[in-house]
């Protein structure tokens, strides 16, 4: 398997551009991409089972792997929800797959959102972790609109290894994200 696009730009671009302003001379303390996890909360399940059975076909096109059914950890009476019953479903990317998917939505996915100014550069959680989500799966290629009954947000999380989020926001923005100015 050929190595990755955005892997190559991480390796020749943006590694020596890090080093450069952050004044780090191992490349094992940069940042890098760690992991992606995407999820869908269908709140909808239980009520119809089919609606996860659909969230998790369409997940498994757009990332390529078997998601994994979630479960409710505990019982709210006001949302008609017991333990154990199936709530979503998420998938977790790693290497090859994991910079194949961040290509796509850098460079397909996030062009095609309606209404786009950019991403939100104050989503990071403290440890450099960034967290987005979309409103509709239609937004990715690979899902066909005529096979749609009903459109399902989802989360994108970015798992960044040794990344503060000053760090991790250049690793980003080296990568392509486009993040709107402050």
């Known amino acids: 398997m050929p190595t990755p696009r955005l892997k190559t730009i991480y390796r020749e671009t943006v590694v020596p551009a890090l080093m450069e302003r952050f004044s780090i001379g191992n490349r094992m303390a940069l940042p890098r ?3 992606i996890t995407v999820s869908m909360g269908v709140g909808r ?3 119809n089972r089919k609606f996860l059975d659909d969230s998790a076909r369409d997940l498994a096109l757009i990332t390529g792997q078997k998601p994994k059914i979630t479960v409710a950890r505990g019982s709210v ?8 019953n199936a709530i979503g479903c998420m998938v977790t990317l790693r290497g090859p797959k ?7 939505l850098v460079s397909v996915v996030i062009p095609r959102i309606r209404d786009f100014r950019g991403l939100s550069p104050r989503a990071f959680d403290g440890r ?3 967290n987005m989500g979309l409103s509709e799966q239609v937004v990715f290629p690979e899902i066909d609109l ?5 459109t399902q947000g989802m989360n994108v999380s970015i798992r960044v ?3 503060t989020d000053e760090r991790s926001l250049e690793l980003l923005k080296g990568l392509g994200m486009p993040f709107r100015a402050n």
């Open 161 to 163: 290894k040794n990344g």
């Open 45 to 47: 399940a239980t009520e």
């Open 146 to 150: 005529d096979t749609v009954e009903h």
């Open 77 to 84: 009476s006001g949302f008609r929800l017991r333990k154990g």
């Open 33 to 35: 991409l760690e992991k």
């Open 98 to 104: 994991m910079y194949e998917f961040f290509d796509r």
């Open 128 to 130: 450099g972790n960034y």
